[in-house]
T-cell receptor
Framework: GAVVSQHPSWVICKSGTSVKIECRSL??????MFWYRQFPKQSLMLMAT?????????EQGVEKDKFLINHASLTLSTLTVTSAHPEDSSFYIC????????????FGPGTRLTVL | QKEVEQNSGPLSVPEGAIASLNCTYS??????FFWYRQYSGKSPELIMF????GDKEDGRFTAQLNKASQYVSLLIRDSQPSDSATYLC????????FGQGTTLQVKP
């Protein structure tokens, strides 16, 4: 149980374009999902907490107008990187707890974004 | 600022040996502690979690927690080459905070 999927697994885009990444909980409902970013040789950094039916909570230093998060249903959260630039190239990973209030988080397989 | 510290390694052990991975954290109020394994190019995989002081065993893995010393460790017994990966310590204190990870190399 507690399977999280992401789509696409990798994407290459031109600078200035927008990219949407989907995160789905396949066998459970996730009222909360988390979005992380990981640069090469670095650890995971929490970008934002996505809450179903309400606005996302962004970590300090993360531009909410650049990284748009929509958690429209109990199984789907999307992250849109708007006007992407090469410095946005990274590994984006979502996660979700298997049940509300649980501290454990199960991670999706990640999306590798390369901005040319 | 809440921090989680790990030795980046690499930690190299021979096949069949015990690998010991360590982690310290700064927030005394932390309640939940996790070990994730991350293979190169892949996302983290949860392998152990521990909430109470002491040891918790699951197969070849043992997690140890000492809240007084703010210390968490992971022991891997009978290490296998397939255990070669980066091991991330994560601490829940309002949000999940990850250490930098320790790279483990198990040599045949």
């Amino acid at each position: 149980g507690a399977v999280v999927s992401q789509h696409p697994s990798w994407v290459i885009c031109k600078s200035g374009t927008s990219v949407k990444i989907e995160c789905r909980s396949l066998d459970f409902q996730a009222t909360t999902m988390f979005w992380y970013r990981q640069f090469p040789k670095q650890s995971l950094m929490l970008m934002a907490t996505s809450n179903e039916g309400s606005k996302a909570t962004y970590e300090q230093g993360v531009e909410k107008d650049k990284f748009l998060i929509n958690h429209a249903s109990l199984t789907l959260s999307t992250l849109t990187v708007t006007s992407a630039h090469p410095e946005d190239s990274s590994f984006y990973i979502c996660s979700a707890p298997p049940r509300p209030g649980f501290d454990e988080q199960f991670f999706g397989p990640g999306t590798r974004l390369t901005v040319l | 600022q809440k921090e989680v510290e790990q030795n980046s390694g690499p930690l190299s052990v021979p096949e069949g040996a015990i690998a010991s991975l360590n982690c310290t954290y700064s927030d005394r109020g932390s309640q939940s502690f996790f070990w994730y394994r991350q293979y190169s190019g892949k996302s983290p995989e949860l392998i152990m979690f521990i909430y109470s002081n002491g040891d918790k065993e699951d197969g070849r893995f043992t997690a140890q927690l000492n809240k007084a010393s703010q210390y968490v460790s992971l022991l891997i017994r009978d290490s296998q080459p397939s255990d070669s990966a980066t091991y991330l310590c994560a601490v829940m204190g309002g949000k999940l905070i990850f250490g930098q990870g320790t790279t483990l190399q198990v040599k045949p």
